[in-house]
Every structure is written in structure tokens, then in C-alpha cells.
């Protein structure tokens, strides 16, 4: 059994620890009272972690609304005298800027980190995107780790100064580091009576200090830049964090920031150069240490600049280039040195490398080789990611399918959303038009049934989603009466991350108990014309609320509520209740498909010799949805 | 034995990767190796690939193993460990690999076709000749539970010698990282796993 990583007390130890373990372990240590989140890949196990620590001493853990709540959550504590947190996947720190760009102005009283998971290469996300240019655009200090032991430190080291310079922070963290183990070394954890007395004042030794509006804004504005002078001054210009490696002599220097420093570390060893190259580690990517930039720059003759994300690094170290004459040629990805999009791996920094300092590389595999081993690949059958057995989701997009057939409606307009309900839009469904960032499917549906296209539009949207950012879409339809469907596919839980319990279920992340927040009586309450509930795994009752749904003249929604699968199935093994499974009858199995093409479970198993279905019995959930599409009755509770 | 090694776990969303890859990595650092762990899932819990990198005997390094550096490929579904070996391996490592299949829902559907495990053997045979197949899923439910095939996988791991790991750490590894009365399976499990790869020698 697991002693939990976030509460063992062994100070000095090494453990094994994901990135996101080490940053919660670094904030408990560190003294943290409350944290906010909402659950995004590869952020998620930071307050999944931090929830731990609620579970043994009183601080206050929560999953949020949206990540501009999370946000206004963890510097409201802040106010009153608490370290706090909020972590978020990159997609998140976009929804909660607008509040950041504005208390970035006043600062923090308790130290306030956010920490924000970038996913080069969008493994797990709609978009790829650097936050640390969105730390520039407020002006705020970056701390990029480098190692899972770098992040936790960071961590402790950030509260500290975010109290001491009254400035929030953002540790920037990638996938490689989140999802990424090595030995961290524990610290101490405070003990149950160490936690703050709050205590909030409005002039909080400024007049007005949580002020920013019109009469002052200037003012704050100016107070920012000055705090963000002395945090140059007192730390970035000053910490070890950021130094240099190998003497300063080589003619030849690399800049590299996180991430990129290890698999930099690796491209200098393996090309023969980890001596002869001078390194400048970077750790605040922003703002970065103009005096040191400056000083590494003298006497070089060619500089590259290694970073994962986008030139932030490289266009400061140009700035300073430039403002000093420097003789050295700046190279990167500005400068088209580095392949973009997508990660950077180890292969595109060794290759990046050679190129710039004439370093030939011998290559391990030959031309030939490369092309065969590329060969075999192509006997691998894609692997596409599925709705699980029993899912409701799978069921409701049968019910949608068949309501669309009973009205003939050939050609609708369907706006897909963020969450497992998207992964039809591979066969047999493909019935997805659009997906964009949590919640857009809703509002797109407002424009589109706006601009007069006859297609029905469609927009479907999970429970947390609909919560997130999904809610003042359609309050947006009901008042501006915007005809379209609203499906939502209630699940209970957010399931695609891990299964954070939303709004609409009762439960906080420490497991300790909340009320729940019902879908149907909110949306009701708008007064849109038709509102209804349905189970998911009834698909016929599904189907005919559906039906009347696209009927009616105003904007409509219709719930399908069915619990998450890979939940049902955790209950039932902690109630120790068997499972029931499904078989076929191949005498009734005529092979006509329909359940294969129309519904297309991911336990099903066409027998293409004596044409018919079977149901994979390790992988069948028991659902029988099956039994209710198969029309000659071939399925049979085995 | 080599300071630096590069292993990979191939496998699909749900069978198990990240413990075998936290066990291991746990009974390496406490045997005093550095050790990096770099996983690609995210999405995998729906079924997709999942692929563990275990990087020993380096601080700083690359997350994940440069292609065609990998010494070892260890593989819980077989079209998997052919996806990472030809994609990791180098030329002449190893591969320990179980024969059941995860069939893609695509081949299903009838859009993709699932090669014989004797295609994707030969196709392995281009990139080494060291190939064990040790029958996983078997043996896990021979050890009580299908799901405890990733740990017959580690067993296996184990017993081929190619992490310098000692088999009594890892039994104390896992004690300490599978869930609370799963243990006594969990170790039969690794114990069938050891044994199917002494046999194959």
C-alpha cells in the first residue's frame, strides 16, 4: 500500500516523483492554505495532490468552476494573508487573464504561485501555446524547472518571494516535466497548528490597495513596473538559478531554458562538445537577467538559443544584443533555426546543434535503415482513441444518430466540445462539424443559427464543460432567441481528465462531502421553451426528446444523464457486485452490421469468416445498449 | 553491466504501464541510480498507445530515449511493441513481448487490419534477433487476475538481468506501490513473469 507521497514525513529522503507531484509537495512545504484548479492535461495531479494534504491538516483544496475563478479564489486568500495556488493547463491561463491583468496591478499579500502546464505538441490539447508570453504581456516573473527537484524548489523559493516583493508568480511547466519522474528530495511538512490567522484591510499599508479602476489604475500601473524592477534587481539579476556553465571563454555559446537545458545537457555529450561550449541556464525566462545576458554575450561569436514554446527567450536576448552592438549572431527558432511546431525533441536540438557549430554528426542508423524502419510502421493499425464499453456517451450519440434519421434530417450542423463526448467524431458516428476550447460549441451554435442557415444546429456539451464556460452561451440563446439544440451529455463527473467531481456532483477533492448543483432546474430557470431529462441508456426515450427538441422554435436542451462507465465500474467493485455481460446468439445474428455501423461498441468483435458480431466478454460493461439497437433481438444477457 | 540504459514499456491505455515504470524506477533510485521516467499518455486511458521511457544512469537527460537508443523494449501488446521498436530500438537490443492483442476498434470497423503475430515478429527481426514472447496474460490469470499481466511483464523485465536492479528490491517496490490487498497477487503475478523468461533461456 502506498504511503502517500504528499503527507509522508521523511525529510532528507529522495523519492520518485512526477513533476506534478514535486510542485503539490513543494507548495504543501511550503505552507500552502488554500488551492484552486480546474482539472486540463498535464495539469491535473497538482490539485489532485494537493487534496492529499486537505485530507490531514486544514487547508482548503477545491476543484473550481473555471480557471478565472480558480484564479480569483486563490488570490482572494492571498488577500487576506494566505499562500495559495492555482494551477491550470496553458488553455486555462487564457480564461482567467482578464483577472490576472488586473491584480497584477495591486500585487498579492500572501504569497500567490500560478502554476501553468504547457503541452508542446497539443498531445492532449486543441492548441499549442507558450504562457510564458503571457507572463510578458502582464509583466510577471517566470520560473521555468528544469527536473521535477528543480520544480519543487522553485515552488518554496517562489512563495517566499512572491510574500517578500508582494508580487504574484507563474511556475511554467511543460508535459515532459509534469508527467516526467525523477528523485526528489523530501523537506519538512508543517504540522496541523502552523496556519495563518487571516486577517484582511482594505489600505493594507497603500491607500486603496485593492483598488484598480479608473482613478488610480495609472498609478498601479507604475507601482507594477517598479516592483518588477526590484524583482530583477533583488533576484533574477542575483539567484544561482540562473548561471553559466563552462567558463564564459568559448567563442561559442548555447542559452537554454528549462526542459531544453537537460535535452541540451544530452546533444553536447553525445556531438562531443559538453566542454567546449560555454551554457547559460536560464531559469527566469522572463524577465531574463539583462546583466548576465550581457556578460555571457561578450566575446562570443555565434549564440543559440534552446527553448520549448515560443521565441520569449530569444527575442529578449536580441533585444539586449542589439542595445549593446553585440558582435554574436544570434541564432533560434526566431531566426528559423529551430523546426516549429511541435516539441522539441532531442533529435531536432542535436541536429539544430551541429548545423549551427559545424559539428558533423555521425549518424547512428543509416538512410536505408530509417526508410525500413519506417516500413514497418505502416503494417500497424491506427489505434484511434474510443468511447469505453458502456459508456453514455456512445448511447446518447446513437440516440442523436437515429433521431436525425427518424426526421430526415441529412445534413445538420453539430458543434462538438472539450471532453470524451468528442471522440465521436470517429466512426461509426464522424458527426462532429467543429471543435474549438470549452465551451465555443454553444456559442458558435448562437451565430450560426443567427445567420439564417436552414441546417439544424446541434451543440453538444458535457456537464463540466456546460458549468466552465457553457452556461452564459446559452442564457445568451434564450434571451437573443437563437434556435438551436443544446445536448449535454451528463456524466457526472469530468471524465477525460481523470474524473474531477464538477459542480453537479457532491464531492470535493479531499472526498469530503458539497452540495451538488442540479443541470436540469438551471436550465429550466431560463425559460427556454423546451428543457428535459433523459437516461442515457434508454436510447429510445433519448431519441424522442431529441426529436422534439429540433421541433421546437426556440433554443432547446435536452440532458442525457448516464454515470461515466470506468466510474459505474469502480463502484461496483467496491460494492463487490458482478458485472453483467453480454453475448450473441450467432443463430439470431443475421450479419447485418447495423449494431457495428450505427453503434459501434469498443467490446464488439466482428467474425468476418462467419459474419457475425461477438462481444469481447473481458471488455463488455453490461450496458445493453446492444440489446436495444440489435432489431433481430441477437443480444443475450450471458 | 552498461551505466547508462534505455528502456521502454510499450503498451495501451489501461494495461498498466506507469506502475511497471514506477515500481522499476523506485527500486532504481533506491538502489542509488539517477533515473528519468518520461510517459506519453494524456489521452490514453481512452485506449490509445501509452509508451514509458526509462531512462537509467543520467541526471540530465533527454525525456525520452533519442530514436534508435533504446536496449530494451518491453511490450504488453504486441502491434505496440512493433510501433516501439521500430520507432526506439537500436539495432540488436531486446525485446520481451506478450502475444495477446488489444484490438483497435478501427479494425473492428473493419478499416485497418490486425497483422499475425508472425508478420509482426518478422518485422521485429529486421531491427535484432532477440526476441522473447512470454505468454503475459496467461499467466496473470493463472496468477488470479488478467490485470496483474503487467506485473508477469515486470517479472520478466526483471529476470532478463538488463536493469541493474536486484529482484528483492523490486518485490519491495511493488509491495509498497499497488493497492492495499492486491499485494500477494500482484507478487505471484511478477514471480510467473521471472520464471517465463528464465524458460525461454
Redesign the interface.
Known sequence: MPQHLMTIRAPGQKIMMTGNEAIARGALEAGVEVAAAYPGTPSTEILENLAQGAQEWPIHVEWSVNEKVAFEVAFGASMAGKRALVSMKHEGLNVMLDSLSKMIYTGVKGGLLLVVCDDPHATSSSNEQDSRSLAQFVDMLVFEPSSPEEAKRMVIEGYELSERLRTPLMIRSVTRISHGKSGVQMGPLPGPGQVRAPFFDRHDEIRDRWFCCAFNHLEKHRAHHETMKRVVEEFVEVTGWNHVENGNDSPLGVVASGIAYNILKEALEALGLAEDVSVLKIATPYPLPGKRVRSFLDGKEKVLVLEEGDPVVEMQLRAYAQNEGAKATIRGQWGGDVPKPGELTFERCIETIGKIFDVPMSPRVSDREVLEREELLSLIPERALTMCPGCPHRATHYALMQALRALKIKKPIILGDIGCYELSHEPPFDNIDSIYNMGAGVGLANGLAQSGVENPVIALIGDSTLFHAGLPAFINAVHNRARFLMLVFDNGTTAMTGHQPPPNASMMPSGKACPSIPILPLLKATGAPYVVATSAFDTQGTQKAIEEGLRCKGPAAVISQGPCALESRKARRKQKIARASYSVDPEKCTGCRLCIDRFGCAAFVWHEDEKHCAVDPILCDGCGVCAQVCPKEAFRIS | MKDRINLLVAG?GGQGNVLI??II??AL?EEGH??????????G?????VVSHIRVG?E?????V????GDLVLGLEP??T??V???YL??GGEVIMNPRPV?????????????TLV??RE??E??TPNIRVIPGTELAQKAGS?QSLNMVMMGALVASGKVPVSAQNVRRALE?????GT?ALNLRAFELGMEAYRETV
Open positions: 495501451v515504470s514506477r524506477g523506485r533510485l539517477a533515473v528519468w521516467v518520461g510517459e506519453t499518455f494524456g489521452m486511458q481512452r485506449g490509445g498507445p543520467r540530465q537527460a533527454a525525456p525520452q533519442p530514436r534508435y537508443q502491434v505496440e512493433l510501433r521498436v521500430s520507432q537500436r539495432k484490438m483497435p476498434t478501427n479494425v473492428n470497423s473493419g478499416k485497418g487490419i490486425y497483422p508478420a509482426i518485422a521485429m529486421k531491427v488478467p509498497e506501490e499497488v493497492p492495499q499485494e
